[in-house]
């Protein structure tokens, strides 16, 4: 089993930045791919970003975060991170952390682990 423990999550204001943790635990080796998901009260879960953690190769949402978000890891400490720049009102969600024992991937089902989630909320 592997565990996440998502933090950073927090209220800031129109263009603030914040940075997101996700620390991974248990049998760790087994992770390929790591991912950010985010879900608005009334909405599906939508992918962020993700990296494959050994070669660092990232994949973003393209069209709501790329140019801003910057998805990172440190296979050191078993971390990975999502630092948010010029951050919006819609972006304002429940950030969940996930893994994946195969290829990176983009659909919230194709991941085997999950977090509990950290409050990201944008004031305008």
């Known amino acids: 089993q592997v565990q996440l423990v998502e933090s950073g999550g927090g209220l800031v204001h129109t263009g603030g930045s914040l940075r997101l943790s996700c620390a991974a635990s248990?049998?760790?080796?087994?992770?390929?791919?790591m991912g950010w998901f985010r879900q608005a009260p009334g909405n599906e879960r939508e992918f962020v970003a993700a990296?494959?953690?050994?070669?660092?190769?990232?994949?973003y949402h393209p069209d709501s975060v790329k140019g801003r978000f910057t998805i990172s890891r440190d296979t050191a400490v078993n971390t990975v991170y999502l630092q948010m720049n010029s951050l919006k009102p819609e972006d304002t969600a429940l950030y969940y952390c996930a893994a994946r024992k195969g290829e990176m991937a983009t659909a919230p089902h194709e991941y085997d682990y999950w977090g509990q989630g950290t409050q990201v909320t944008v004031s305008s």
């Open positions: 990296i494959v953690l050994w070669s660092g190769e990232t994949a």
């Open positions: 248990g049998r760790t080796f087994s992770i390929y791919a």
